[in-house]
């Protein structure tokens, strides 16, 4: 009797597994397809399809599509671009949205709510919706450069930048954050006369790792694979992003899928390894989006 | 005492004043300028100085007709049949182009009609790409936000078990998310290939053969299928995390009286789960229905729209207006009725999920 009921928990068990590996299959087999497929010449890749080939290491196996893409491409100066932007996005978007969130939080001001209110209202404004008219603001909007006063944005790494430094979404996940730190802490040492930013810098800042890694983690998603800006607002091939570079492969008569899977390879292996090795960070970073009111 | 403490003018509006600034002059200034862009005929580079024109641009998109084209006929009244025995109709032309009789008709294009006895119903539009794309959307929305939605609340109730090595397989479904829409559509536009395609091959595996190969993104009836599964694919880990979160949430005590009560499975997700799980629910709706709308790399990697318009939707339709032909105007139109869309869905999500609470 009790071997009977062991036995179907085993099988009840195997059963699980088997569930849950056949629906990761189907999350991992493009990603499996697109690494191995980088290492096939195109002839090889095109008939690999028609078995598990498609997802195994074998056959003529090489880092020759990896040569050929950096050669048709400035590949370096693409990926410098998108980590330059992203990086000094998610920078300033840190130093920004939390202090606004401190403020918000923590200070008494005229017109703090209203301000608040409105800010968290942006929430639901997609920005495709925005970004036409944003396109006419960057081709006008002036700018103090070296040479004085010049206008427009256009083909600009600021363009890629600015607009995106602050928004609802991210003030709203510091004040959600902030809201439960001990308050007493922050009003004894106002007794003790500290100043705001003093205040901001050395108490508030230390205790909110989670919610800066949180804030990060989603500014870093978004902009690194932001694709539809880019490719209004630059032209120009030295501040182009990886997003915006693939053009230089699908935009040919024969598209070299060999390369192609190659640069896919090239711009996505470091965000996955980036997000295997924090991987409770981004999944917690995504459900606190989730977390409302 | 306290109060006083954190009272500070000064300080707080300068500490909120960057992130304030730059979300009114990138997020809320460009929101009132495309209201106010769509009711001119602003371009990006124009010699000439804007003019408003009212509603013109919405009436240009919007503008429709419904008109019956009745048979030629011969003399005894009988209608006219051509040669393959079809009733033949006066061209619409006729009526369309520079007929002072019919000046709601002008300039409108056929979208599609109907047979009506021996009348013809035709229904017109000022910009029948524009409605393509309006209907291709909202097509896209309301199948996307119940299928994904429902496809994440599976994931989360399958990963929300105990079992070893459970962090590994919440780490994979999760992990398209991470990749870039982008490079998750041109992976996808080279599976769904025609003929020897990846996913031709593995389906008439499964079948033995049976199945017939297709041109999945060339069809016009399988196109804008394989971009929803593509976009469900990659979106789906992101609402199972939220899932999990508003699943995690719930007492365990609602479940250990379930248990001592002997609810079944069913039960227990019905009266325990499910209610635990509204606000979560009104949350995830509205999240998924705002991506949706925002349908944009998909198309422009893999269809352009097409085949035959099957596949237009409106933040594509705003890009290739506002950007491509450099029609300020036309594409802040576009975007005012996408966001129109986009908060009467919400709204819409909110009030009906209220009201059953």
Known sequence: MAAVSSDNRGLRLAVRYAVLTLVAVIFVFPLLFMAMSSLKPDHQLLTDTGSLRAFLPVGDIS???YGAAFERAPIGVFVLNSVLVTGVTVAFSLLVCSMAAFSFVFLNWRGRDAVFGVLLATFIIPYETIFVPLLLMMSQLPWIGRGGIEVGWLNTYRAQIIPFIADGLSIFLFVQYFKDLPRELIEASRVEGAGWWLIYRRIVMPLSGPVFATAAILKFLFMYNQYLWPLMVVQAEDIRPVMVGLGYFTDQLNVPWGEVMAYLTIITVPVLAFYLSLQRAFISSVASTGVKG | MAHDLTRSNRAGWLMALPGAA???AFIILPFFLAFAFSLTNQRLVSPNPTEYVGFENYRNMLGLAVFTLEPERDADGKAVRGADGEIEYPRLRKFTRGNPDYPNLRNKREWFGW?????????????VVFMKSLVNTVFFVLVVAPVQAGAALGLALLINQKLRGINLFRAIYFMPVVVSIVVVSLLWKFIYSPGDGLLNNVLSAATFGAFEPRDWLGNTST???AVIAMSIWQGV??????WL???QNISPTLYEVAKIEGSGRWQTFRYVTWPGLRNTAVLILIVITMQAFALFAQINVMTQGGPLDSTQVLVFQAVERGYGKQDISGGSAISVILFLLVL???????VMTRERA
């Open chain 2, 344 to 350: 009467s869905i919400s709204i819409l999500q909110r």
């Open chain 2, 245 to 247: 979160a508003g699943l």
């Open chain 2, 22 to 24: 730059l979300i009114a």
């Open chain 2, 115 to 127: 047979r009506s006895g021996e009348n013809r119903v035709v229904v017109l539009a000022s910009d």
């Open chain 2, 223 to 225: 196109a804008m299928g």
């Open chain 1, 63 to 65: 880092f020759d599509n």
């Open chain 2, 237 to 242: 880990g992101f609402h199972m995390v939220i």
